[in-house]
């Protein structure tokens, strides 16, 4: 079993900025996927962005890419999503999500498009004012 703790969601103004972390406890192994992913009211959740841990790749949706970045802190396997430039249509609550199907992130952005993640956090609300 995972266990994910998302933390640093709040309110911030248009073209402000917020890190999410994401505490990540259990046995996960050295090869899995992280991702954060997100829900904005009356829409469907999206993938925001996945990570390969034990490798190099991510990925991210065309809406946040060269504004948000994700990454881990190895020793802590703490998961990061830094998000620069918010906008409004930012608003949604963020999930951290973990699986151990390391390949489906590894070759590709099965992950980001699916987001069918094995464990989830509780999520983070984050709202973008214009």
């Known amino acids: 079993q995972v266990q994910l703790v998302e933390s640093g969601g709040g309110s911030v103004q248009a073209g402000g900025s917020l890190r999410l972390s994401c505490a990540t406890s259990?046995?996960?192994?050295?090869?899995?996927?992280m991702g954060w992913l997100r829900q904005a009211p009356g829409k469907e959740r999206e993938g925001v962005a996945t990570i390969y841990i034990g490798g190099d790749r991510t990925d991210y949706a065309d809406s946040v890419k060269g504004r948000f970045t994700i990454s881990q802190e190895k020793s802590s396997r703490t998961l990061y999503l830094q998000m620069n430039t918010l906008q409004p249509q930012d608003t949604a609550i963020y999930y951290c999500?973990?699986?151990?199907?390391?390949?489906?992130?590894?070759?590709?952005?099965?992950?980001?498009?699916?987001?069918?993640?094995?464990?989830w956090g509780q999520g983070t609300q984050v709202t973008v004012s214009s």
């Open positions: 999500a973990a699986d151990y199907r390391w390949w489906l992130c590894a070759s590709g952005s099965s992950f980001l498009r699916q987001g069918d993640f094995t464990y």
């Open positions: 259990g046995s996960t192994g050295t090869h899995y996927c």
